[in-house]
């Protein structure tokens, strides 16, 4: 611990949920697969008075990861859940119920949309969409049923960093719960609680797993809503199996030096496409001059590998050219893994419109060698200007 009596993160990823002591000494909580749990006899059968009482609500590699969480986010209670998407959808099913109202991120992930828009709307709750940008604007937007407002910062494709202490200020002011997915800054770079967030939302799927070999994503909740959470959890069957939680908790300890590295190789490639005479802008908040940049020096204590990059006016079969070509950058979805990515963005919006340029690209910046990387994309926009 620091003089001020407060842990670092760095110092969280690397300690917390270790129970060595239960293991005979070994560092790593081993893989517990369990479903039933033997009781010694009916009286404790009776008051279930045993450290894990069923398969589906846990077992000591399960609660070693939701342990590491819950420090890492300062949170009261964390939930474990089966995709990052799965974790947008049940906080939303925790803060709404039938005639609620809520506010949602213009720029939140394409699928939570369509949770919104399909699933939820069947469950009588209706989504407003609001501009990313809009601070405490948002008590404009306010209904007397709202009951939740969602964001999601940065945007998905689009990068917009919002003001979550501002929108989280009004939301508190009108007793609606604050859903904060958080993703892209992972809690190492943005403490969501903190900043005003009931519910922090992360797809372990991306930077936490960080090796794309997992889906699993995690709500972790403040003192208001933790026993709103764990019912839900409890009610509606959630599981993740301890052989995924192992994995998340290898991902988890070397979380800070892989995102310190994903960030540098990003502010990298960023800079140097900048000075490229094929890209309009890039869009990543770290980087000096973005529109996002003040707010996200403010509240965040890093970055991730994650930016987009707004190409000059080229046809489809030009871009095509240049990424179908690529040595070192997968064509695929999601990201966090310690390889480069590079995928067009598919940018959906409905209550503002993005004006781009040109063609729209998505990179993550992975753990290669940045020379190697912009030696690749070099040749990539060879390609592109000779399919021009
Ligand atoms: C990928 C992603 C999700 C969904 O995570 P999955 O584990 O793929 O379901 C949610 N939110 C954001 C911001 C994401 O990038």
Not at 254 to 271: C, D, I, S
Not at 311 to 317: C, D, G, H, Q, W
């Amino acid at each position: 611990m620091t003089a001020d009596g407060k842990e670092k993160k760095e110092t969280t990823l690397a300690s917390a949920g270790r129970e060595s002591k239960a293991h005979f000494g070994v560092v790593n909580t081993p893989v517990y697969r369990a479903s039933t749990i033997l009781y010694p006899d009916i009286a404790r059968l009776e008051a279930r008075d045993m450290p894990f009482t069923y398969g589906r609500r846990g077992n000591p590699t399960v609660k070693s990861l939701e342990d590491a969480v819950t420090a890492l986010e300062g949170a009261a209670r964390t939930v474990l859940l089966p995709s990052g998407l799965n974790a947008a959808a049940s906080a939303i099913l925790v803060a709404c119920s039938a005639g609620d109202h809520l506010l949602m991120a213009d720029t939140c992930y394409a699928p939570t949309r369509s949770f919104c828009d399909k699933t939820l709307k069947r469950f009588g709750v209706e989504t407003t969409y609001y501009d990313p940008t809009i601070g405490a604007g948002i008590a404009a937007l306010f209904q007397p049923n709202t009951r939740a407002v969602f964001c999601e910062s940065p945007g998905s494709l689009t990068f917009e960093v919002q003001d979550v202490p501002a929108i989280a200020g009004v939301a508190r002011a009108r007793g609606a719960a604050l859903l904060l997915d958080n993703t892209w800054a992972t809690p190492l770079h943005y403490p969501a609680l903190a900043r005003g967030a009931d519910l922090s939302i992360q797809a372990v799927t991306k930077y936490i797993g960080g090796h794309s070999d997992l889906m699993m994503g995690y709500v972790a909740a403040n003192e208001r809503y933790a026993a709103r959470l764990l019912e839900y959890h409890d009610n509606a069957g959630l599981y993740v199996s301890g052989d995924d939680c192992f994995l998340a908790l290898r991902g988890l300890r070397t979380l800070a030096v892989r995102l310190k590295r994903h960030q540098e190789t990003a502010l990298t490639l960023a800079r140097w496409l900048q000075g490229r005479p094929e890209v309009s802008r890039v869009l990543y908040p770290a980087l000096e001059g973005d529109p996002g940049h003040d707010l996200w020096r403010r509240d965040f204590t890093g970055a991730c590998g994650l930016f987009g990059v707004v190409l000059k006016p080229a046809s489809k079969a030009a871009v095509t050219a240049m990424i179908d070509g690529l040595a070192h950058f997968g064509l695929g979805f999601s990201w966090g893994g310690y390889e480069s990515l590079l995928v067009p963005a598919d940018i959906k919006r409905s209550a503002t419109r993005f004006a781009a340029e040109g063609p729209v690209i998505r990179i993550h910046a992975g753990l290669e060698a940045p020379e190697d990387l912009i030696a690749d994309l070099t040749l990539g926009f060879e390609r592109l200007k000779a399919a021009s």
